[in-house]
């Protein structure tokens, strides 16, 4: 069966991950040392989407080829998407250090859910079924609706009490403790749990 208008106006985008938040608050790390930036234009912000979201790739290349001829209103949603991930990071990096959390960030994240598009319709997909959202080509609402939802999931859920902070100082990364025991501290071990490790073994060699 052909779809219809409104149909062939819509996209499919699964449920989002609880940490998709977090993971796009961390796209900004080392926010302890010297900041490092890992987006610096709307191309990054897409790429990252189409990546990590998931965002259909008919949504991406429609998506592309807009901002190709719209740079002025590209920069615009860039800029209101950074925005909304520093609200999104002092909120849960404020809840994850026993910080009260400031209400301006509640009220930015509360306006782009607003104007997200509705969770309001379910479609078949590839592997099953996935939310079906209006295609609003170049909103930054809209490109980032599964981060949002996530937002909004997280804060609202259960889950809530296990958003950490990475215990090094230096990195700051957020992540969602999902161990067993609910006490782990770093973002990984391989990384800044394996530093600190080192570090020990090598003040209490110094000590001896």
Known sequence: MAPTADQSNRAPFPTPRLSLCLDFANTC????????????????????CAEKVPLAKSVADELGSWSDGNAESGAQVFNRAIEIR?????IFGGFASERETPLADIENLNRAIAAAPLRSLIQRAEDGFAWSVPKEGGSHESLLAPVLWSAGDLLTGKYLHRVRLCANHKCLWLFLDDSLSGRRRWCSMSACGNRAKTQRHYLRRKAG
């Open 86 to 90: 520093e609200s999104i990071y002092r």
């Open 29 to 48: 790390y080392g926010r302890g040392s010297t900041p490092t930036e890992s987006l610096h234009g709307f191309s990054d912000l897409l790429l990252w």
